[in-house]
T-cell receptor, first 115, second 113 residues
Framework: AQSVTQLDSQVPVFEEAPVELRCNYS??????LFWYVQYPNQGLQLLLK??????LVKGINGFEAEFNKSQTSFHLRKPSVHISDTAEYFC?????????????FGQGTTLQVKP | KAGVTQTPRYLIKTRGQQVTLSCSPI?????VSWYQQTPGQGLQFLFE???????NKGNFPGRFSGRQFSNSRSEMNVSTLELGDSALYLC????????????FGSGTQLSVL
């Protein structure tokens, strides 16, 4: 069975500082990996995805993530955060190309950007 | 292009009642998935529909059911509501089953009293 672990429930950081949100997954088959962001009272928005190919994936709003197969990790990074990045971030996996509607999510990480 | 539309936005029910939630996907999208979000359990997959057929189902009791219509709109139903069913119910759509980008609606916030 697949599972996703987000290692930090809350990450406080000052504006313009770098940030890393950590995600580890467990699966016995090939997976697709995703990061979604949820702003208050809204649905989820896709930040980036890893399907295959280059292990460094760039997404929207200056975020990037690196897939590490040996460590089964997919950490999200941003070199300089803004107040507007304050939100909840979810790491997710899906099993293969025909199951991308069925996502297994981590518990989420709340990013709190302080002025 | 309109996004994923979920109605109603908020709903209050009492234990034992049943509820129906509606989701209209983005025009041209044929796959619809449903998720339950709670503070304790996080985001959990409920079911996925494509071309009016349920493709995948999560680990929820039979009180949770859904369907998809020929115009791709979807409904989910919860019968005999329990307090623990209080949650944000999110609907997501994609063009087809192998399209890896899901577009989420803003959700229906269900409170069971």
């Amino acid at each position: 069975a697949q599972s996703v672990t987000q290692l930090d429930s809350q990450v406080p950081v000052f504006e313009e500082a770098p940030v890393e949100l950590r995600c580890n997954y467990s699966s016995s088959v090939s997976v697709y990996l995703f990061w979604y962001v949820q702003y208050p009272n809204q649905g989820l928005q896709l930040l980036l995805k890893y399907l295959s190919g280059s292990t460094l994936v760039k997404g929207i709003n200056g975020f990037e993530a690196e897939f590490n197969k040996s460590q089964t990790s997919f950490h999200l990074r941003k070199p300089s955060v803004h107040i507007s990045d304050t939100a909840e971030y979810f790491c997710a996996v899906s099993e293969g190309s025909s199951n991308t509607g069925k996502l297994i999510f981590g518990q989420g990480t709340t990013l709190q950007v302080k002025p | 292009k309109a996004g994923v539309t979920q109605t109603p936005r908020y709903l209050i029910k009492t234990r034992g009642q049943q509820v129906t939630l509606s989701c209209s996907p983005i025009s041209g999208h044929r796959s619809v998935s449903w998720y339950q979000q709670t503070p304790g359990q996080g985001l959990q997959f409920l079911f996925e529909y494509f071309s009016e057929t349920q493709r995948n189902k999560g680990n929820f009791p039979g009180r949770f059911s859904g369907r998809q219509f020929s115009n791709s709109r979807s409904e989910m139903n919860v019968s005999t509501l329990e307090l623990g069913d209080s949650a944000l119910y999110l609907c997501a759509s994609s063009r087809d089953i192998s399209n890896e980008k899901l577009f989420f609606g803003s959700g229906t916030q269900l409170s069971v009293l």
